[in-house]
T-cell receptor, first 115, second 112 residues
Framework: DAGVIQSPRHEVTEMGQEVTLRCKPI?????LFWYRQTMMRGLELLIY????????DSGMPEDRFSAKMPNASFSTLKIQPSEPRDSAVYFC?????????????FGPGTRLTVL | EDKVVQSPLSLVVHEGDTVTLNCSYE??????LLWYKQEKKAPTFLFML??SGIEKKSGRLSSILDKKELFSILNITATQTGDSAVYLC????????????WGAGTKLIIKP
């Protein structure tokens, strides 16, 4: 399996622009997670899905952030409008059903820089 | 409130040394504890522990869980410069609907 796939790997944009991050989870996994990581705050869970349904979005910082999962193999995280404080590495992770469901596998991340 | 605490926060040793990293936790309805290694990229999964006293081993890395004292240790023997990374511990917590509660990590630096 190719693992969790994220795109783009790097994104540089200007304040006010819309940013869309993409994720393809590992086939067969039924949980998908979006995290943000910064030096100051570490890993923060933004939102997670189970079977394509958003379960908990309490970690989404504000209304500028939105996430969708239209099918089992694709999810997006959108920031509109972007701000410099959104600069971070955004990780997508997925986990399988069953007894190993706690084990999350991470994608390579998208490094977002908002100027 | 569920929490995970790692110690030390940082550690510098020489190649060949053995290191022990600690992770203590307080969670309601414990289910598992996970260790990850993060270099300058994404966290990569190392171990999942669910039972006390049973050592998980992978090469020079090993880990064990103590559910009575609520902690886990990660041992690395004969360290190499490639072991330099941040080691993260995470526990799913009832308070967070069993999503992972992450420790702050231990930054390990191996000097040649």
């Amino acid at each position: 399996d190719a693992g969790v796939i994220q795109s783009p790997r790097h994104e540089v944009t200007e304040m006010g622009q819309e940013v869309t991050l993409r994720c393809k989870p590992i086939s067969g996994h039924d949980y998908l997670f979006w995290y943000r990581q910064t030096m100051m705050r570490g890993l923060e869970l933004l939102i997670y899905f189970n079977n394509n349904v958003p379960i908990d979005d309490s970690g989404m910082p504000e209304d500028r952030f939105s996430a969708k999962m239209p099918n089992a193999s694709f999810s997006t995280l959108k920031i509109q409008p972007s701000e410099p404080r959104d600069s971070a590495v955004y990780f997508c992770a997925s986990s399988p059903p069953g007894r190993f469901t706690d084990t999350q596998y991470f994608g390579p991340g998208t490094r977002l820089t908002v100027l | 409130e569920d929490k995970v605490v790692q110690s030390p926060l940082s550690l510098v040793v020489h190649e060949g040394d053995t290191v022990t990293l600690n992770c203590s936790y307080e969670v309601t309805n414990f289910r598992s504890l996970l260790w990850y290694k993060q270099e300058k990229k994404a966290p990569t999964f190392l171990f999942m522990l669910t039972s006390s006293g049973i050592e998980k081993k992978s090469g020079r890395l090993s880990s064990i869980l103590d559910k009575k004292e609520l902690f886990s240790i990660l041992n690395i023997t004969a360290t190499q410069t490639g072991d330099s990374a941040v080691y993260l511990c995470a526990v799913p917590g009832l308070d967070s609907n069993y999503q992972l509660i992450w420790g702050a990590g231990t930054k390990l630096i191996i000097k040649p």
